[in-house]
């Protein structure tokens, strides 16, 4: 399983979900190494498809695709509590990847 957070330098949001991160993988049992990327250039955001500031993906899917943004740069992205990926987002998207 490959996790992957994004993000841009100075998100107010990456220390809450990387807390969050942890807190699903430790209560899943599971040891997984997540992957951290600073998007630093609009290319780079371009070629990752990188719709914001976090964003967390499993296998490489956006775990909360429902607030994933159509437009590509380097900017904050806006999930339903104002802050990251829940919770459960994480958890189902590491559920669905230990299992299928």
Same mark, same amino acid.
């Given at each position: 399983?490959?996790?992957?957070?994004?993000?841009?330098?100075?998100? @107010?949001?990456?220390?809450?979900?990387?807390?969050?991160?942890?807190? /699903?993988?430790?209560?899943?049992?599971?040891?997984?190494? /997540?992957?951290?990327?600073?998007?630093?250039d609009?290319?780079e955001?371009?070629d990752?498809?990188?719709?914001?500031? @976090?964003?967390?993906?499993?296998?490489?899917?956006?775990?909360? @695709?429902?607030?994933?943004?159509?437009?590509?740069?380097?900017?904050c992205?806006?999930?339903?509590?104002?802050?990251? @990926?829940?919770?459960?987002?994480?958890?189902?998207?590491?559920?669905?990847?230990?299992?299928?």
């Amino acid at each position: 399983m490959r996790i992957e957070l994004l993000y841009v330098a100075g998100c @107010p949001h990456c220390d809450l979900t990387r807390n969050r991160i942890q807190a /699903v993988l430790n209560r899943l049992n599971l040891d997984t190494e /997540v992957i951290e990327r600073e998007i630093t250039d609009v290319e780079e955001a371009k070629d990752l498809r990188f719709t914001g500031s @976090p964003t967390l993906r499993v296998d490489g899917a956006d775990v909360d @695709p429902g607030n994933e943004g159509t437009a590509y740069g380097l900017s904050c992205r806006l999930y339903d509590d104002g802050q990251g @990926p829940s919770e459960e987002a994480i958890r189902s998207a590491l559920l669905a990847a230990t299992n299928g």
